[in-house]
């Protein structure tokens, strides 16, 4: 029995055309390495010319091209028949398509999503509230990074179907800031000195110029809205040093940021407690009843 099986395994063995096989794992093999280095060499040459997101789907265009290729040709050498492979990937796909229909979905968004090109490699957008930097446009989604370092996942179909906001597209950037300052305090001498704090950050842009608004009275501050413009690679370092110096300039100047007072009433059945200042004087009779009562 046991002579008969290895009879058969090396029949089996000298029966497949090894040096057909070999051929074609070289050729994939050929086809990967090739594929790379055309993809490399045409992503240098257009690299100044186009958007690092045309710039990835051209490199991966002429990888899979090249590589699909080799693909072929190793098919071929394996003996297999280009007309039947071809047949049966035609089948396969419609197959797949029936059975992966979000995915078909996905994929017509993201040939939307290259048209209309809405954000790029490198941008900085927000989906969902969820903010994080593009550093993926695939076939099926978006890959995010986030400013706490993850990696987001967002489907082409989603981005289609959701407000996307692009916080770097355009070069200059608003930043808003909420300030309330006392009802005693003189808005218009707040204002100067806070425009005079824009003027004096060199993060700020000169033009378009800041500006102070008053937003409202509130339930213990007169709100203000502080705006000044910084360059987009700037937004954070210039809004975090610009509370820092506002917070210091109120300081120095002696203006009130007042906060809101709570008082907490329980009924009719629990009075507040009895507060009275003292003096000197009815210290001095409090303690020494105090020292009576207890003798």
């Not at 039947?84 to 992966?100: D, E, Y």
């Not at 210091?248 to 007072?261: C, M, V």
Request: glycine share 8%.
């Amino acid at each position: 029995m046991f002579d008969a099986i290895q009879a058969t395994t090396i029949q089996v063995i000298n029966g497949i055309a090894w040096g057909q096989w070999l051929s074609a794992g070289f050729l994939l093999v050929l086809g990967l390495v090739l594929g790379s280095l055309v993809a490399r060499s045409i992503g240098r040459m257009v690299e100044k010319r186009v958007s690092r997101h045309h710039q990835v789907m051209i490199r991966r265009l002429f990888f899979y091209l090249v590589f699909l290729l080799f693909a072929m040709a190793a098919l071929r050498e394996a003996g297999f028949s280009l007309e039947v492979v071809l047949g049966a990937a035609g089948i396969l796909t419609v197959a797949i398509g029936f059975a992966s229909q979000t995915s078909a979905s996905n994929i017509i968004s993201g040939l939307f999503l290259v048209i209309e090109k809405p954000f790029e490699i490198g941008d900085f957008i927000e989906v969902d509230a969820t903010l994080g930097e593009v550093v993926a446009i695939d076939l099926l989604s978006v890959k995010l990074r986030t400013p706490d370092n993850l990696y987001v996942r967002i489907p082409n179909e989603t981005l289609i179907k959701t407000r996307v906001v692009n916080r770097s597209r355009f070069p200059i950037r608003r930043v808003d800031l909420a300030i309330g300052i006392a009802y005693a305090e003189d808005v218009e001498r707040v204002s100067d000195l806070l425009l005079g704090l824009a003027t004096d950050n060199a993060a700020c842009l000169e033009e378009p110029k800041p500006f102070v608004l008053v937003t409202g009275f509130g339930a213990s501050s007169v709100d203000l809205q502080f705006s000044f413009w910084v360059p987009k690679d700037k937004f954070f370092e210039g809004r975090g040093s610009m509370m820092i110096a506002v917070k210091k300039l109120l300081d120095t100047q002696g203006i009130e940021i007042p906060f809101p007072h709570t008082s907490i009433y329980a009924g009719s059945h629990s009075e507040p407690f009895r507060v009275q200042l003292m003096g000197p004087e009815k210290q001095k009779d409090k303690d020494s009843s105090d020292v009576d009562r207890n003798d």
